[in-house]
């Protein structure tokens, strides 16, 4: 089984872009961008998290793109997106690209729904103060993240008790510069302990599996040290826009707790939504249940077009 490609057929298979573009981040990183549906359509942004991809968000792309303008990236060294030429990796640089992205595909003043899962949602959050989110963010939703004590609480390692003992073993094992190898079912069985729920079907951990494989070692191992030290608890005032907080409660990765204490902290949260058995992946996991609430923020905060042209809310 190849370990640096995606799925091919099926829901989980990217679908071809309308059109694909570079956007240039401040430091002169450059991110890959796709963008797929009418042009014209109202804009959703997806930000895919730690060691995944645009292909990560095949099944929101291909649901939302008939009536959406859906633009996806890969984030710095994800992808087809090159690595950062100046490190260490910082949340500071997941601002700076979404920025880019938004700048390279939002017409000024054009507003979107953000979506952001993982690593995705913490660049939201770390993007929240900056000039060309609040001119382009919409509404926002948070899919499977959190803003703090992210290693503290992690529960992959289930037999040790919580602790400082806990927390070295998980970053040990998060920050592992070893190679994850070809896509095998010994792995698939790891990655779904880890990072799905116990029910996630075949294909989906075939999907998860493919993806987060490709994931140069050096990316993977670059990206945990700022998930190590990240605390965006504050940033979460800067969110004064609608935001929506979805999590998996068999989440190992970043239990369901990140979730209520997001939702409590924000200003204007527009719901939590917790989706039972599942586990972090939730796009692949629940692509239904993912897709609604971006259709929801869509119809609720984005302009539409009617036959005639005139713009609705």
């Known amino acids: 089984m190849s370990r640096t490609t995606h799925m091919t057929t099926g829901p989980f298979a990217p679908p071809v872009a309308a059109r694909e573009l570079t956007a240039v981040s401040a430091d002169g990183s450059r991110l890959h961008v796709e963008v797929h549906g009418p042009e014209d359509a109202p ?9 995944c991809s645009t292909a990560f968000w095949a099944a929101q792309i291909r649901a939302l793109a008939d009536g959406h303008r859906v633009i996806v990236y890969d984030q710095r060294g ?16 997941l601002a700076d690209d979404l920025e880019a992205v938004l700048d390279a595909t939002l017409a000024p003043g054009e507003r979107a729904v953000l979506v952001g899962h993982s690593m995705g949602g913490m660049t939201m959050m770390a993007a ?5 989110f609040k001119e382009h963010a919409a509404a926002v939703l948070l899919c499977s993240t959190g ?3 992210l290693v503290a609480e992690a529960t992959v390692v289930p037999l040790l008790l919580a602790g400082a003992l806990r927390t070295r073993v998980t970053q040990a094992i998060l920050g592992s510069k070893a190679p994850l190898g070809p896509v095998t079912p010994l792995g698939k069985r790891v990655l779904r302990f880890a990072t799905m729920g116990p029910g996630a079907a075949p294909d989906k951990v075939e999907a998860c599996a493919r993806i987060v494989h490709a994931c140069p070692r050096a990316v993977r191992h670059g990206w945990s040290h700022v998930l190590k030290t990240l605390d965006m608890d504050a940033a979460l005032g800067e969110l004064t826009l609608p935001v929506a907080v979805l999590g998996g409660t068999a989440d190992r990765l970043t239990p369901v707790v990140h979730a209520r204490r997001i939702a409590a902290a924000l200003p ?3 719901g939590l939504t917790e989706l039972p058995g599942l586990g972090h992946m939730t796009p692949i996991e629940a692509p239904e249940a993912v897709t609604g609430k971006i259709r929801e ?5 984005l302009e539409y077009r009617t036959e005639k042209g005139a713009d609705v809310a």
């Open 43 to 51: 804009a959703v942004v997806l930000s895919h998290g730690w060691t």
């Open 268 to 270: 204007d949260c527009a």
């Open 147 to 149: 803003s703090s004590r």
């Open 78 to 93: 994800h992808g087809r997106s090159p690595a950062a030429a100046r490190l260490p990796y910082t949340a500071d640089m």
């Open 297 to 301: 923020l869509a119809a609720d905060h």
């Open 128 to 132: 929240a103060a900056r000039p060309g």
